[in-house]
T-cell receptor, first 113, second 112 residues
């Protein structure tokens, strides 16, 4: 089945630690996105990538980093500089380079120990 | 504040009733999209309406767009318990590059 796979489903971060969230898609989509969702809130864009080896900052990029070495993969690293990382993280992709009809993964819940 | 803001924040209805929620935005858009999210899950795309369209239908869903008022509405007809979810509008803003901005969502509870 085609889709977007996020792993792990739950992740715990210790103080001062960097953690990486995985996002893989087999839809052959060009664009990929990372969103953060806080409880009872909407989604805020962290980073997005329209093509391999290129990505742009979203609205809340500070404390996060990404890479896009392969079309299928768009991992997100939450660095120790992100002081309030507890949130639900959602990865998405879209078929073209524009944000039309995003397909979402099932999310990763990140909590701080 | 966010580009898209939904109203109401929460809605509780009986099965079989219609549910209407609204989205307002601030700047010119290329398109507006509605998504559904079940608790703890990813979002699912429901419908996209372009800036030159006024109304679209998909099954029991009806979306309207009024660009003069910078607002959109989502109507779910003959609601079912399975429609219980949060509904988000998202705008593709003309001046913002290739990214989608989401509102805070409307939480809908359909009681059997």
């Amino acid at each position: 089945d085609g889709g977007i796979t996020q792993s792990p489903k739950y992740l715990f971060r210790k103080e001062g630690q960097n953690v990486t969230l995985s996002c893989e898609q087999n839809l052959n989509h060009d664009a990929m996105y990372w969103y953060r969702q806080d409880p009872g809130q909407g989604l805020r864009l962290i980073y997005y990538s329209q093509i391999v080896n290129d990505f742009q900052k979203g609205d809340i990029a500070e404390g996060y980093s990404v890479s896009r070495e392969k079309k299928e993969s768009f991992p997100l690293t939450v660095t120790s500089a992100q002081k309030n990382p507890t949130a639900f993280y959602l990865c998405a992709s879209s078929i073209g380079t524009g944000p039309e009809k995003l397909f979402f993964g099932s999310g990763t819940q990140l909590s701080v120990l | 504040s966010q580009q898209g803001e939904e109203d109401p924040q929460a809605l509780s209805i009986q099965e079989g009733e219609n549910a209407t929620m609204n989205c307002s935005y601030k700047t010119s858009i290329n398109n507006l999209q509605w998504y559904r999210q079940n608790s703890g899950r990813g979002l699912v795309h429901l419908i996209l309406i372009r800036s030159n369209e006024r109304e679209k239908h998909s099954g029991r869903l009806r979306v309207t767009l009024d660009t003069s008022k910078k607002s959109s509405s989502l109507l779910i007809t003959a609601s079912r318990a399975a429609d219980t979810a949060s509904y988000f509008c998202a705008t593709d803003v003309k001046a913002a590059g290739n990214k989608l901005t989401f509102g805070g969502g409307t939480r809908v509870l359909v009681k059997p």
